[in-house]
Protein backbone atom coordinates (compact mmCIF):
# COMPACT_ATOMS: atom_id res chain seq x y z
CA UNK A 1 0.00 0.00 0.00
CA UNK A 2 1.26 3.36 -1.31
CA UNK A 3 0.20 6.81 0.19
CA UNK A 4 0.94 10.35 -1.21
CA UNK A 5 -0.15 12.71 1.63
CA UNK A 6 -0.02 16.28 0.79
CA UNK A 7 0.19 19.50 3.15
CA UNK A 8 0.79 23.17 2.79
CA UNK A 9 -2.40 24.89 0.95
CA UNK A 10 -4.76 27.35 2.61
CA UNK A 11 -5.52 31.04 1.65
CA UNK A 12 -3.42 33.60 0.77
CA UNK A 13 -3.16 37.09 -0.54
CA UNK A 14 -2.44 38.02 -4.36
CA UNK A 15 1.72 38.58 -4.44
CA UNK A 16 2.30 35.82 -1.53
CA UNK A 17 3.66 32.26 -1.23
CA UNK A 18 2.92 29.19 -0.04
CA UNK A 19 4.78 26.01 0.07
CA UNK A 20 3.31 22.35 -0.42
CA UNK A 21 4.78 19.13 0.67
CA UNK A 22 3.54 16.10 -0.76
CA UNK A 23 5.27 12.42 1.16
CA UNK A 24 5.47 9.26 0.06
CA UNK A 25 4.89 5.83 1.97
CA UNK A 26 4.53 2.86 2.38
CA UNK A 27 5.45 -0.33 0.36
CA UNK A 28 7.81 1.80 -1.75
CA UNK A 29 11.01 0.31 -3.43
CA UNK A 30 11.94 3.18 -5.90
CA UNK A 31 10.39 6.48 -6.86
CA UNK A 32 10.50 7.85 -10.59
CA UNK A 33 9.08 11.09 -11.88
CA UNK A 34 6.89 12.87 -8.70
CA UNK A 35 4.89 16.17 -9.72
CA UNK A 36 2.36 18.87 -8.80
CA UNK A 37 -1.07 19.03 -10.99
CA UNK A 38 -3.54 21.25 -10.59
CA UNK A 39 -7.26 21.29 -10.85
CA UNK A 40 -9.22 24.82 -10.96
CA UNK A 41 -13.49 24.37 -11.08
CA UNK A 42 -14.85 24.15 -14.02
CA UNK A 43 -11.46 23.06 -15.86
CA UNK A 44 -9.40 19.99 -16.32
CA UNK A 45 -6.45 18.79 -14.26
CA UNK A 46 -3.14 20.42 -15.77
CA UNK A 47 0.62 19.82 -15.33
CA UNK A 48 1.94 22.24 -12.40
CA UNK A 49 5.73 20.83 -12.42
CA UNK A 50 7.29 17.17 -12.04
CA UNK A 51 10.74 16.60 -11.07
CA UNK A 52 12.59 13.15 -11.58
CA UNK A 53 14.87 10.86 -9.52
CA UNK A 54 17.46 12.36 -11.23
CA UNK A 55 16.68 16.00 -10.58
CA UNK A 56 15.80 17.16 -14.13
CA UNK A 57 12.33 19.46 -13.63
CA UNK A 58 9.62 20.30 -16.11
CA UNK A 59 6.86 23.48 -15.44
CA UNK A 60 3.46 24.69 -17.15
CA UNK A 61 4.70 27.92 -19.05
CA UNK A 62 1.94 29.42 -16.62
CA UNK A 63 4.44 29.01 -13.50
CA UNK A 64 7.70 29.04 -15.09
CA UNK A 65 9.55 31.80 -12.96
CA UNK A 66 7.15 31.87 -9.89
CA UNK A 67 7.08 28.41 -8.72
CA UNK A 68 10.10 25.87 -7.60
CA UNK A 69 9.53 21.85 -7.50
CA UNK A 70 12.38 20.15 -5.44
CA UNK A 71 12.62 16.77 -3.52
CA UNK A 72 14.77 15.86 -0.40
CA UNK A 73 17.52 14.04 -0.42
CA UNK A 74 15.61 10.45 0.70
CA UNK A 75 13.54 11.48 -2.63
CA UNK A 76 9.89 10.36 -1.04
CA UNK A 77 9.09 14.23 -0.41
CA UNK A 78 8.27 16.62 -2.98
CA UNK A 79 7.99 19.94 -2.97
CA UNK A 80 6.32 22.96 -4.31
CA UNK A 81 7.35 26.61 -3.50
CA UNK A 82 4.38 28.69 -4.90
CA UNK A 83 5.88 32.49 -4.79
CA UNK A 84 3.76 35.81 -6.58
CA UNK A 85 0.36 33.58 -6.27
CA UNK A 86 -2.45 34.97 -8.55
CA UNK A 87 -5.93 34.43 -7.74
CA UNK A 88 -5.83 32.06 -11.16
CA UNK A 89 -3.60 30.01 -9.44
CA UNK A 90 -6.45 29.10 -7.41
CA UNK A 91 -7.06 25.19 -7.74
CA UNK A 92 -6.81 21.95 -5.97
CA UNK A 93 -3.23 20.89 -6.35
CA UNK A 94 -2.93 17.30 -6.58
CA UNK A 95 0.75 15.21 -6.05
CA UNK A 96 1.04 12.42 -8.51
CA UNK A 97 4.37 10.35 -8.55
CA UNK A 98 5.55 6.71 -10.37
CA UNK A 99 6.42 4.57 -7.64
CA UNK A 100 7.55 0.92 -7.87
CA UNK A 101 6.28 -0.96 -4.78
CA UNK A 102 8.72 -4.24 -4.67
CA UNK A 103 11.84 -5.38 -7.25
CA UNK A 104 9.62 -7.38 -9.28
CA UNK A 105 6.57 -5.01 -9.32
CA UNK A 106 5.65 -2.68 -11.98
CA UNK A 107 5.65 0.89 -12.10
CA UNK A 108 1.92 2.64 -10.89
CA UNK A 109 1.03 5.95 -11.02
CA UNK A 110 -0.42 7.21 -7.72
CA UNK A 111 -2.43 10.38 -6.05
CA UNK A 112 -2.73 12.24 -3.78
CA UNK A 113 -6.34 13.71 -2.15
CA UNK A 114 -5.82 17.18 -3.11
CA UNK A 115 -4.96 20.20 -1.16
CA UNK A 116 -6.58 23.62 -2.13
CA UNK A 117 -5.00 26.62 -2.28
CA UNK A 118 -7.01 29.71 -2.84
CA UNK A 119 -5.75 32.94 -3.69
CA UNK A 120 -7.89 35.93 -2.46
CA UNK A 121 -7.79 39.32 -1.10
Known amino acids: QVQLVESGGGLVQPGGSLRLSCAAS????????MGWYRQAPGKQRELVAK???????NYADSVKGKFTISRDNAKTTVYLQMNSLKPEDTAVYYC???????????????WGQGTQVTVSS
Open 96 to 110: NANIVSSSSSPVRNY
Open 26 to 33: GSIFSIYT
Open 51 to 57: ITNGGNT
